[in-house]
């Protein structure tokens, strides 16, 4: 019993909710055709055993359908409610979508785009290169450590508390992108951290977007997927996402409008299979 209960517990929750409806429909069809009076027995030369394999037979069918159909339906995107914020996963490019943008940058907000400090190709390199002004940049980055009474380094960069989030207006296309100092780089210009730290940088970025959200609408893109150098180990989109999640609901941050996370796809590319957004549906439900 302890075996099939441990077999059961490592079932995906498309299986098993692909087997629940399954279930459910043969039960219907089988109370329906009773009500009728009809049974499978009265079918000619079908005997006990043909009625065992013919109902095992149909089961299989509505079974692979549904688990299926769970597939189309929920592959690109979910919805949740989290501590009452309205939360939606989907398949994207985050500087197409409205609302309030959220790039991970350096605890140094770093405008060394250069593949050596930062990759042209991250998130932060491109907001720098092609979306935003770098001189508007420094500029908001320098009156933000003003405000909160930050001095410069010796190298005359500031450095931010991890988790900070500091409200950059573009006036290039008027959007406005939150930039997050999601990582610490070191003197060889590598982010390291470990899951404690970053989920500790996640709690202070659920309190920094409380702060400067406005009411608007939140995307971000799935955090820590571009640190390579977890020093606990490496960590899969999965983890990460699930880790994004956990925190928003142990922040005791109650958002008043939708929270995107905006999992990032190659051009023609439908797959999403390293993150089966259906098992995260229902995580939060009581």
Same mark, same amino acid.
């Given at each position: 019993?302890?075996?099939?209960?441990?077999?059961?517990?490592?079932?995906?929750?498309?299986?098993?909710?692909?087997?629940?409806?399954?279930?459910?429909?043969?039960?219907?069809?089988?109370?329906?055709?009773?009500?009728?009076?009809?049974?499978?027995?009265?079918? &000619?030369?079908?005997?006990?055993?043909?009625?065992?394999?013919?109902?095992?037979?149909? %089961?299989?069918?509505?079974?692979?359908?549904?688990?299926?159909?769970?597939?189309?339906?929920?592959?690109?995107?979910?919805?949740?409610?989290?501590?009452?914020? /309205?939360?939606?996963?989907?398949?994207?490019?985050? %500087?197409?979508?409205?609302?309030?943008?959220?790039?991970?940058?350096?605890?140094?907000?770093?405008?060394?785009?250069?593949?050596?400090?930062?990759?042209?190709?991250?998130?932060?390199? /491109? !907001?720098?290169?092609?979306?935003?002004?770098?001189?508007?940049?420094?500029?908001?980055?320098?009156?933000?450590?003003?405000?909160? =009474?930050?001095?410069?380094?010796?190298?005359?960069? @500031?450095?931010?508390?991890?988790?900070?989030?500091?409200? @950059?207006?573009?006036?290039?296309?008027?959007?406005?992108?939150?930039? !997050?100092?999601?990582?610490?780089?070191?003197?060889?210009?590598?982010?390291?951290?470990?899951?404690?730290?970053?989920?500790?940088?996640?709690?202070?970025?659920?309190?920094?977007?409380?702060?400067?959200?406005?009411?608007?609408?939140? =995307?971000? &893109?799935?955090?820590?997927?571009?640190?390579?150098?977890?020093?606990?180990?490496?960590?899969?989109?999965?983890? !990460? !996402?699930?880790?994004?999640?956990?925190?928003?609901? =142990?922040?005791?941050?109650?958002?008043?409008?939708?929270?995107?996370?905006?999992?990032?796809?190659? &051009?023609?590319?439908?797959? =999403?299979?390293?993150? &089966?957004?259906?098992? @995260?549906?229902?995580?939060?439900?009581?």
């Amino acid at each position: 019993m302890k075996k099939l209960y441990a077999w059961e517990k490592n079932l995906t929750n498309q299986t098993r909710d692909s087997f629940k409806y399954a279930l459910g429909m043969i039960g219907a069809i089988s109370t329906i055709l009773t009500i009728f009076g009809v049974s499978i027995r009265d079918i &000619p030369n079908v005997n006990l055993w043909w009625s065992i394999v013919l109902v095992a037979a149909a %089961f299989i069918v509505a079974f692979g359908i549904f688990y299926y159909l769970l597939d189309i339906i929920f592959r690109n995107s979910i919805k949740l409610d989290i501590r009452k914020t /309205q939360v939606t996963i989907t398949c994207g490019d985050i %500087f197409a979508s409205t609302g309030l943008k959220v790039i991970g940058c350096d605890t140094r907000f770093d405008t060394r785009i250069d593949d050596i400090v930062i990759s042209k190709s991250s998130l932060h390199g /491109q !907001l720098f290169l092609k979306y935003g002004d770098i001189k508007e940049i420094e500029s908001t980055v320098k009156a933000e450590a003003e405000r909160r =009474n930050i001095s410069k380094n010796e190298d005359g960069s @500031y450095s931010f508390e991890l988790g900070t989030i500091i409200r @950059y207006y573009c006036s290039r296309n008027n959007e406005t992108y939150l930039m !997050l100092a999601a990582t610490e780089l070191n003197k060889q210009y590598e982010a390291h951290t470990n899951m404690a730290e970053f989920e500790q940088m996640l709690m202070v970025m659920w309190r920094e977007l409380d702060r400067v959200y406005a009411r608007n609408n939140i =995307n971000l &893109p799935l955090l820590g997927s571009g640190i390579s150098r977890f020093d606990d180990g490496p960590k899969d989109n999965k983890e !990460l !996402l699930k880790c994004m999640l956990c925190t928003l609901n =142990n922040s005791g941050v109650t958002f008043k409008s939708k929270v995107n996370v905006v999992l990032y796809r190659k &051009p023609d590319d439908d797959n =999403n299979d390293d993150i &089966p957004l259906y098992e @995260y549906k229902d995580m939060f439900k009581l």
